[in-house]
């Protein structure tokens, strides 16, 4: 298994590079989190890699971090996720993005990744959501996403906070109409939703 590469930037043509180490240049594919952090061709460069072996190739991941590499290899292991599948959700968002994801039971974010339709995004969602912790830890003061998706989040937190259990409250902001709604917005409608 060749668990990291450090050489020379030969080339890069999205998703492939090419890197070399002492004469021999490797083939490796990257999802765009690290793709579009690469330096300027010529330049030294270390990744982590996965090696995945099939019957008709031989194929090199390459990531900037150990935890996108640890995502990928967990993502793998979920039923019908595959390696093209995987760097489709590395590149659509951040581990800790993913996480969220998974928390919040958010099939619609999910869904929008180029091959990850609503039937995928739940199985990602039940089968990720035990090995959570392990792959994407909680970033200390990350960012929580912009617009929409952040209200929702932060409506969320306070909902749960108030002693309602996750599942129950994405049930109840899955029947809102939260399009441009602040968050103060969502746990009214929530609220009255509950009493109902």
Do not use: W
């Not at 793998?76 to 659509?92: E, F, I, P």
């Amino acid at each position: 298994m060749i668990g990291s590469l450090r050489g020379r930037l030969l080339s890069k043509q999205a998703p492939r590079i090419v890197i070399e180490c002492n004469g021999v240049g490797y083939e490796v594919e990257t999802p765009m989190s690290t793709f579009l952090d690469l330096p300027a061709a010529g330049t030294e460069l270390f990744l982590h890699t996965h090696l995945v072996v099939r019957e008709d190739a031989q194929i090199l991941y390459g990531f900037a971090s150990d935890d996108e590499r640890l995502l990928f290899r967990t993502l793998l292991k979920v039923n019908r996720v595959g390696a093209k599948m995987a760097l489709g959700v590395l590149s659509a968002m951040t581990a800790s993005d993913f996480r969220r994801c998974v928390e919040y039971e958010d099939t619609t974010t999910l869904s929008k990744i180029p091959g990850v339709g609503k039937k995928t995004a739940e199985r990602l969602i039940v089968e990720m959501r035990d090995r959570i912790d392990k792959v994407a830890p909680l970033a200390a003061g990350a960012a929580p996403p912009v617009g929409e998706a952040s209200a929702r989040s932060e409506a969320f937190d306070a909902l749960v906070s108030l002693g309602y259990k996750p599942n129950e409250v994405t049930k109840l902001i899955a029947k809102l109409d939260t399009d441009k709604a602040s968050a103060e917005d969502i746990i009214r409608q929530a609220l009255k939703q509950a009493a109902h």
